[in-house]
Nanobody, 125 residues
Framework: QVQLVESGGGLVQPGGSLRLSCAAS????????MAWFRQAPGKEREFVAA????????YYADSVKGRFTISRDNAKNTVYLQMNSLKPGDTAVYYC??????????????????WGQGTQVTVSS
């Protein structure tokens, strides 16, 4: 089992920045592919970004490419999502997800076995 706890959400003005964190426990973090998804009100959950267990590869949704950066610190068992140039359309609950040991990172929810409770991000003036 893997437990995931997100933090760092909040209210930010358009054009601002936030950094989300996701702390993992329960399994060797360094072997897990990690991802961020988000769900806006009235919409389905969608892929945002993913990083391979080796941190050698990262993937982004087109809507966030060039603005968001996913990274991981295996010494701290934590994955981050740095969000810059935020837009109102980025408003959503952001979820951290972890896949099985040494599995592939990807954009599909089915790639991930463990999910956090989510953290709210609101972009508004």
């Amino acid at each position: 089992q893997v437990q995931l706890v997100e933090s760092g959400g909040g209210l930010v003005q358009p054009g601002g920045s936030l950094r989300l964190s996701c702390a993992a426990s329960g399994r060797t973090f360094s072997s897990l592919p990690m991802a961020w998804f988000r769900q806006a009100p009235g919409k389905e959950r969608e892929f945002v970004a993913a990083i391979s267990w080796s941190a050698g590869s990262s993937y982004y949704a087109d809507s966030v490419k060039g603005r968001f950066t996913i990274s991981r610190d295996n010494a701290k068992n934590t994955v981050y999502l740095q969000m810059n140039s935020l837009k109102p359309g980025d408003t959503a609950v952001y979820y951290c997800a972890a896949g099985g040991s040494y599995s592939s990172a990807g954009h599909r929810e089915a790639n991930y076995d463990y999910w956090g409770q989510g953290t709210q991000v609101t972009v508004s003036s």
